[in-house]
């Protein structure tokens, strides 16, 4: 029998180097895959990745994650959800014959206990490197106090090196995480580098970057905001043909409050100097209208196309918006309102590739829809 579940309106989305856009979804217990190569008119017949039911977590701040190496191979990661509040397993599937059939999924977490194992992110070097991190509770000794400096809740990865065929034990990648926002995950030229929220000396939760292998916790935002809870509301990152990071997030800090996005010159995380390669930090630049609520914006890139996106509320309307880079965020197109609806709204998935950049939008009055974004000048 398959698992009542809410109807859920987030998906995963990428782009693959032929243009087609692969979805990933949550329906009736169980996580399924289809594809669009016309925007999505017309999509293929879903495949079904779970061969069993499981209740896979797909709300906004914790999709189904799907990305499509150059060598063809379909990734996914999501989390599964364990019955008790604010618990879950990490969980991985590929497939290596463009997506007619998925391996058996595999829990990537090593403590099996009924915790939080949540809010995983994917990446992918395109051929046999893939990583999966997510914010893991293992570490987590008895009931937090309330008002505690730090929280006891960590990063944890796993990594392959042959295409997803096999993955290495997982590790913790930091302590004192922030325990309920997405994370973020770039590949680099040094490997997979994880972005999250980290919660610095007494409940300062800005966010970090680290190397997934190990290394020193570099700070990447100083909005200064103190917040004796989580905000439920992570950031995107993304990595350039040059090696560049690009990172997008939100605050509510005391230097500032708002959307913003800023870009890292390519770090050496095996530096001995911590700050190595972000001598380029670039200023944060704040992103839609503030009158409009913005928020949970994302970021992905290609080469020297950077596309962000982010969703807006004025009250009445939700709106997603959309900016576009082709020189590695040197300059940015005006920023273009994609679509608008009065109902519910998930947020907005950013695909890109060589050719194309889209907004994957769903929501409840209008459906999914594919929302193409303008060249920048």
Request: proline content about 6%; charged content about 25%; some cysteine.
């Amino acid at each position: 029998m398959a698992l009542k579940e809410k109807p859920a309106l987030a998906v995963g989305a990428t782009l693959d180097t032929r243009g087609d856009l692969w979805l990933a979804y949550q329906e009736s217990g169980h996580l399924w895959v289809k594809r669009t190569n016309d925007d999505g008119r017309r999509f293929t017949p879903p495949v079904q990745v779970t061969p069993v039911p499981e209740s896979v977590t797909a709300d906004s701040e914790n999709r189904p994650k799907i990305l499509v190496g150059a060598n063809g191979i379909v990734h996914l990661s999501w989390t599964q959800n364990l019955g008790e509040r604010m618990t879950g397993y990490i969980r991985y599937a590929r497939s290596t014959d463009d997506g007619k059939s998925f391996s058996p999924p595999v829990t990537l977490n090593s403590d099996r206990q009924i915790i939080s194992h949540r809010f995983d992110t994917l990446a992918t070097d395109g051929q046999g490197g893939v990583a999966v991190a997510w914010l893991d509770a293992r570490s987590r000794i008895g009931k937090q106090p309330k008002g505690s400096p730090q929280t006891q809740v960590g990063v944890y990865a796993a990594v392959s090196r042959d295409g997803g065929a096999r993955f290495a034990p997982d590790r913790r990648v930091a302590d004192h995480s922030c325990q309920c926002c997405r994370t973020g995950m770039a590949w680099t030229k040094h490997g997979p580098i994880v972005f999250w929220r980290h919660v610095f000396g007494k409940n300062i939760r800005d966010f970090a970057v680290a190397d997934v292998m190990g290394g020193t916790v570099i700070r990447v935002t100083d909005d200064e905001w103190e917040i004796d809870g989580c905000p439920h509301h992570g950031g995107g990152i993304a990595a350039d043909g040059h090696d560049n990071l690009h990172i997008v997030w939100f605050t509510a800090g005391k230097n500032r409050q708002g959307i913003f996005y800023r870009r890292l010159a390519g770090p050496d995380f095996r530096s001995d100097d911590k700050l190595a390669g972000f001598g380029m930090m670039s200023p944060p630049m704040p992103l839609g209208n503030s009158a409009n609520q913005p928020g949970h914006p994302s970021v992905v890139a290609i080469g020297e196309r950077v596309l962000l996106s982010w969703r807006e509320f004025d009250g009445e309307r939700y709106s997603v918006r959309a900016m576009l880079s082709r020189d590695a965020g040197e300059t940015w197109g005006a920023p273009q309102k994609l679509a608008e609806t009065r109902g519910a709204a998930d947020y907005a998935v950013p695909a890109i590739n060589e050719q194309h950049a889209l907004v994957v939008w769903n929501t409840a009055d209008e459906g999914l829809r594919v929302l193409s974004v303008g060249a920048a000048p």
